[in-house]
């Protein structure tokens, strides 16, 4: 979680899109949640909201609720239909995703409801991109290798 | 095979530690906030992290600038010819604008010259032909067309005498310089009023000089004094300033009857525009 808060941290800025980049650490709890189940979702979830919080400026309450939930949500749903499969992040990434900023809306409400959609259209589809080879990463990390590419058996 | 870490109450039990150290971390930073402070774990977590993130930070940006120096060497080389290009053009551009510009100062410079009493300006001419020698030091001039030049039309550069018209054809005209060999002015220095004639020196190499011979008179003359046309002979008009005496030699035979040298302004050699004037009421 530490290594992803740091690569969105650090995300530069000629890598934006549509003003967005991807949400990282979203992906990697769900990647995280997914390979482990539940509890390391929610363990992943938390300490991702414990990172981005300073780093970000903004207040833990959100964040916690948001990340645990999608950490806890993944665990439970994901960790049983998508585990060992790589693609199965990118699907799974825009479901986190979308969760993790409706969730973060109710603490933040955006200003301009446009630019959020805008934004969060964005945020998710680069999000899917990215959490595929961070969820085969951490599928390679945990060992035994994943079984296919497809997102389906 | 998966990896379940918890059994669903051991999942249970770490939800509700982790929930009540997110409750107690949000009150924490909460409180410090509206102190207008950072709570500990807040600086904790950011003593630990950021310095990581400016290490990634530096990689990435140096990761970056090298793909995007790869990626556009290509167009970066073109722009390099382009710029290489414009840059020759600038410069040519350039040049030509600094010689209109010291063409204009020259303009302007016998635009703006005195007109020596009894003379009026008739128009600007430039110079468009020079004779090679040393000896014969004619000039070919032209004025704008529309102009007519005339036979003995006086060419000034700066207020000074230059010359005169010897052959009008039209806008175009041969003149002959006073640093022609075979060319005499009446002249006479203006504060000691001493007369004699101005012949070009021989060539020496130097400055185009002139030599005030046979002044006789109280023989006064002087380094620094202006030597002016004297009106005799009726070629030039009487007053028109000619140049500076810079050196008096005494003749062997008398020392009453002196030599003077004198020096014109203006470069012959490098005249490219002169002012001509005509005697008022001559047309």
């Not at chain 1, 997914?34 to 929610?42: D, P, R, S």
């Not at chain 1, 990215?130 to 590419?149: E, F, I, T």
């Not at chain 2, 009726?234 to 005494?250: C, E, L, N, S, W």
């Not at chain 2, 003077?260 to 203006?266: C, F, L, N, R």
Request: with cysteine; hydrophobic share 50%; aromatic share 6%.
């Amino acid at each position: 979680m530490a290594a992803a808060c740091v690569m969105e941290t650090a995300w530069p800025a000629s890598l934006f899109w549509g003003g967005e980049r991807p949400e990282v650490l979203v992906a990697a709890v769900m990647s995280t949640a997914v390979a482990f189940g539940g509890g390391l979702g929610l363990a992943a979830g938390f300490f991702a909201a414990l990172f981005r919080g300073p780093m970000a400026q903004e207040p833990w309450g959100g964040l916690f609720v948001a990340y645990m939930l999608v950490g806890l949500a993944s665990g439970l749903v994901g960790h049983r239909l998508l585990v060992r499969r790589a693609l199965a992040a990118a699907p799974g990434a825009l479901v986190a995703a979308l969760l993790f900023r409706m969730a973060l809306m109710l603490f933040q409400p955006p200003t301009a409801l446009g630019l959020w959609l805008a934004g969060t259209l964005h945020a998710l589809l680069y999000t899917m991109v990215v959490a595929v080879p961070l969820h085969a990463l951490v599928l390679g990390l945990q060992g035994g290798g994943y079984q296919s590419w497809t997102p389906w058996r | 095979m998966r990896h379940e870490v918890a059994a669903p109450e051991g999942l249970g039990r770490a939800a509700v530690v982790l929930i009540i150290l997110a409750l107690l971390l949000t009150v924490w930073q909460h409180i410090a906030w509206g102190r207008g402070a950072r709570a500990w774990p807040e600086r904790l977590v950011m003593r630990l992290i950021t310095p990581a993130v400016a290490l990634a930070s530096s990689v990435v940006a140096g990761v970056h600038d090298v793909a995007f120096s790869l990626a556009a060497a290509g167009r970066l080389g073109r722009d390099n010819q382009c710029l290489r290009d414009e840059a020759a053009r600038l410069r040519a551009d350039n040049a030509r604008l600094s010689e209109q510009v010291a063409e204009n100062k020259e303009l302007r410079k016998a635009l703006n010259a005195p007109m020596p009493a009894g003379l009026e300006r008739v128009a600007v001419a430039e110079v468009i032909a020079r004779s090679p020698g040393l000896i014969k030091r004619r000039a070919k001039i032209r004025v704008a067309d529309g102009v007519e030049l005339a036979k003995d039309d006086i060419l000034l550069s700066g207020g000074y005498l230059v010359g005169r018209v010897l052959e009008a054809m039209g806008s175009v005209g041969e003149a002959v310089l006073i640093v022609d060999s075979q060319h005499a002015v009446a002249a006479l220095d203006q504060r000691s009023r001493d007369e004699g004639m101005l012949y070009a020196q021989p060539p020496s190499g130097g400055p185009d000089l002139l030599r005030l011979d046979k002044v006789v008179g109280r023989s006064d003359i002087a380094v620094g004094d202006l030597v002016l046309t004297s009106g005799l002979g009726q070629v030039y008009p009487k007053g028109i300033p000619i140049g500076r005496v810079i050196q008096i030699t005494a003749s062997p035979a008398s020392s009453r009857v002196l030599s003077a040298t004198v020096k014109p302004p203006m470069d012959l050699q490098r005249l490219s525009f002169v002012t001509v004037g005509r005697v008022s009421g001559v047309r």
